[in-house]
């Protein structure tokens, strides 16, 4: 195996072990696998309040817990999955979502990111245009003479 | 000249700025969505007398505070005081709302021994053993005070330990302007 292939698996490797990771602690079970799969996307989305860089999935607060408890049991008795993020911006603020909702106060966060990319963009664009291109240089039959010396 | 040159530097400052707005903002203090709305219900077991119950519909009519604490929080020990003269001196009917803690595997009783030796300032004190109504009412850390107002909706929420100076600024105008308000 050369090397680089082996380069490239460690590094797959590496981004797999923090999927397996980031698994919750308790496993709830569900009728349907519907339900099921609204509670994983839900805990995904939604952040931990108190260990604010990390997800309700991953995080082992307890605070984590309960809102993990409370999203199985809204998600079992059936609630969808905007009925579950409603009730917890009701009560937590768009700071629980780890996606939050397009709005005026949110603009920045969404817009930022492209509009500076572009902006950059632009001004690259203007740079290498503007470059000045490199007078052509004449050179008298002396010149042109000592060059030939030099290249000899 | 180019002023050109100057766009970096503009950039930078604009740039530092934001950043030092952003650190200098205390992420733990979460805003919260719940001012201006129906405090969320709730009717719970009394500590001390466990077959009576105390619910929210109770205190409409009056200007309230929630203040919810547990025996294993540190910083409701450094509150207690504050919060105790501010209660008995105002008069502000308050429930505390006890988190996780009575009832609970780790900590079974031991809240009655904390307000034993440092003083019961509470009306009333329900037990929410589970963390069901701490959920329901967005708490995150404890402790956490609500001023309700006679309608029963939140107007002022208070993340961490209550200071003195908090009292004097926010909560005692604030109960004072509440209970002119009609019911």
């Given at each position: 195996?050369?090397?680089?292939?082996?380069?490239?698996?460690?590094?797959?490797?590496?981004?797999?072990?923090?999927?397996?990771?980031?698994?919750?602690?308790?496993?709830?079970?569900?009728?349907?696998?519907?339900?099921?799969?609204?509670?994983?996307?839900?805990?995904?989305?939604?952040?931990?309040?108190?260990?604010?860089?990390?997800?309700?999935?991953?995080?082992?607060?307890?605070?984590?817990?309960?809102?993990?408890?409370?999203?199985?049991?809204?998600?079992?008795?059936?609630?969808?999955?905007?009925?579950?993020?409603?009730?917890?911006?009701?009560?937590?603020?768009?700071?629980?979502?780890?996606?939050?909702?397009?709005?005026?106060?949110?603009?920045?966060?969404?817009?930022?990111?492209?509009?500076?990319?572009?902006?950059?963009?632009?001004?690259?664009?203007?740079?290498?245009?503007?470059?000045?291109?490199?007078?052509?240089?004449?050179?008298?039959?002396?010149?042109?003479?000592?060059?030939?010396?030099?290249?000899? | 000249?180019?002023?050109?040159?100057?766009?970096?530097?503009?950039?930078?400052?604009?740039?530092?700025?934001?950043?030092?707005?952003?650190?200098?903002?205390?992420?733990?203090?979460?805003?919260?969505?719940?001012?201006?709305?129906?405090?969320?219900?709730?009717?719970?077991?009394?500590?001390?007398?466990?077959?009576?119950?105390?619910?929210?519909?109770?205190?409409?009519?009056?200007?309230?505070?929630?203040?919810?604490?547990?025996?294993?929080?540190?910083?409701?020990?450094a509150e207690h005081k504050v919060l105790t003269r501010?209660?008995?001196?105002?008069?502000?009917?308050?429930?505390?709302?006890?988190?996780?803690?009575?009832?609970?595997?780790?900590?079974?009783?031991?809240?009655?021994?904390?307000?034993?030796?440092l003083g019961?300032?509470?009306?009333?004190?329900?037990?929410?053993?589970?963390?069901?109504?701490?959920?329901?009412?967005?708490?995150?850390?404890?402790?956490?005070?609500?001023?309700?107002?006679?309608?029963?909706?939140?107007?002022?929420?208070?993340?961490?330990?209550?200071?003195?100076?908090?009292?004097?600024?926010?909560?005692?105008?604030?109960?004072?302007?509440?209970?002119?308000?009609?019911?």
């Amino acid at each position: 195996m050369t090397y680089s292939l082996k380069v490239l698996l460690l590094s797959l490797l590496m981004t797999f072990s923090v999927a397996v990771r980031a698994g919750s602690i308790e496993t709830y079970s569900f009728d349907t696998p519907e339900k099921s799969a609204i509670y994983k996307r839900l805990i995904e989305e939604l952040r931990c309040l108190v260990c604010q860089n990390q997800n309700i999935a991953g995080s082992n607060a307890e605070l984590a817990k309960d809102l993990r408890r409370q999203t199985y049991e809204m998600v079992s008795k059936g609630a969808t999955r905007d009925e579950v993020v409603d009730y917890m911006v009701t009560r937590y603020g768009d700071f629980v979502l780890y996606r939050p909702p397009f709005k005026l106060k949110t603009v920045l966060l969404w817009v930022g990111p492209p509009l500076f990319l572009l902006i950059s963009l632009i001004f690259l664009v203007n740079y290498l245009r503007k470059k000045p291109q490199v007078a052509e240089v004449t050179l008298d039959k002396t010149q042109r003479d000592s060059v030939r010396d030099l290249l000899k | 000249m180019k002023k050109i040159y100057l766009l970096p530097l503009i950039f930078l400052i604009l740039l530092v700025a934001l950043l030092y707005r952003g650190f200098s903002l205390d992420s733990r203090n979460v805003p919260s969505p719940f001012i201006g709305k129906p405090a969320p219900a709730f009717d719970l077991p009394r500590l001390y007398q466990e077959n009576k119950r105390i619910s929210t519909e109770k205190m409409k009519g009056q200007v309230w505070l929630l203040n919810v604490f547990a025996s294993w929080c540190v910083s409701c020990r450094a509150e207690h005081k504050v919060l105790t003269r501010f209660i008995r001196e105002h008069k502000v009917p308050t429930i505390g709302l006890n988190y996780k803690d009575y009832g609970t595997k780790e900590y079974g009783k031991d809240v009655l021994s904390w307000l034993g030796q440092l003083g019961n300032p509470y009306t009333y004190v329900a037990v929410d053993t589970e963390g069901r109504t701490g959920i329901d009412w967005g708490v995150y850390g404890v402790p956490e005070s609500f001023v309700v107002d006679k309608k029963g909706i939140i107007r002022y929420k208070f993340t961490g330990p209550v200071t003195q100076k908090a009292v004097n600024e926010i909560l005692v105008p604030l109960v004072v302007k509440l209970r002119k308000e009609p019911a």
